[in-house]
């Protein structure tokens, strides 16, 4: 099993939809979550941090679930621009060898 | 451009050839870290500086993969006698500890990253 796994896709969804993905864990002593946006051979870009107790920013809400070991990201009223990858973070504590990239979840949002 | 910078942004090499990179880490930034991506999955943890101190490597980084950060700010890379599995992008970002609402957190920044192709 992977350390952190999620859905690739690729996710297929009209404008203005909202979606969700979700990225599981399997260190129940990650401290720190983060979601990346990765557009087609760019570097990985920082969308936002994930809190215990949730984060929001404008169309994006990220969710913390420690008892089920996942994190998830809300996008409403999605937009043409938001087609790209999104990379789930997880980080150890106090070790940066424990700085884990999921795979990543392909969106392609369609007019 | 403050951002984090790196140098070439690809690369072409014949295998068994050495190859270096450059990182120009956010200046004020004081941890360095370099990952490798390839096709279809999220960045690979290779190793991490705090300023000039080495102080990770993952079993990733085989011994003809050497990194330096002499003087605690820019970084190299080093791959000596390429294999074509070596060919991926090599990304570097650097970070420095800030607070935030859940104590501290090392956001990292990454720079655009080198191609490397081994042929």
């Known amino acids: 099993r992977k350390e952190v796994e999620q859905d690739p896709g690729p996710f297929n969804v009209p404008e203005g939809a909202t979606v969700a993905f979700n990225c599981t864990y399997s260190n129940s002593a990650s401290q720190s979550f983060f979601w990346y946006r990765q557009d087609c051979r760019k570097e990985p870009k920082l969308l936002m941090s994930?809190?215990?107790s949730g984060n929001e920013d404008g169309r994006f809400t990220a969710q913390l679930n420690r008892a089920s070991q996942y994190i998830s990201l809300l996008i409403r009223d999605s937009k043409l621009s938001d087609s790209a990858t999104y990379l789930c973070v997880v980080k150890g504590y106090s070790s940066a060898s424990k700085i884990i990239f999921g795979s990543g979840t392909r969106l392609s949002i369609r007019p | 451009d403050t951002g984090v910078s790196q140098d070439p942004r690809h690369k072409i090499t014949k295998r068994g050839q050495n190859v270096t990179f450059r990182c120009d880490p956010i200046s004020e930034h004081n941890r360095l870290y370099w990952y490798r991506q390839t096709l279809g999955q999220g960045p690979e943890f290779l190793t991490y500086f705090q300023n000039e101190a080495q102080l990770e490597k993952s079993r990733l980084l085989s011994d003809r993969f050497s990194a330096e950060r002499p003087k605690g700010s820019f970084s190299t890379l080093e791959i000596q006698r390429t294999e074509q599995g070596d060919s991926a992008m090599y990304l570097c970002?650097?970070?420095?500890?800030?607070?935030?609402?859940?104590?501290?957190?090392?956001?990292?920044?990454f720079g655009p990253g080198t191609r490397l192709t081994v042929l």
């Open positions: 970002a650097s970070s420095s500890l800030r607070r935030d609402l859940e104590g501290s957190t090392d956001t990292q920044y």
């Open positions: 994930v809190y215990s």
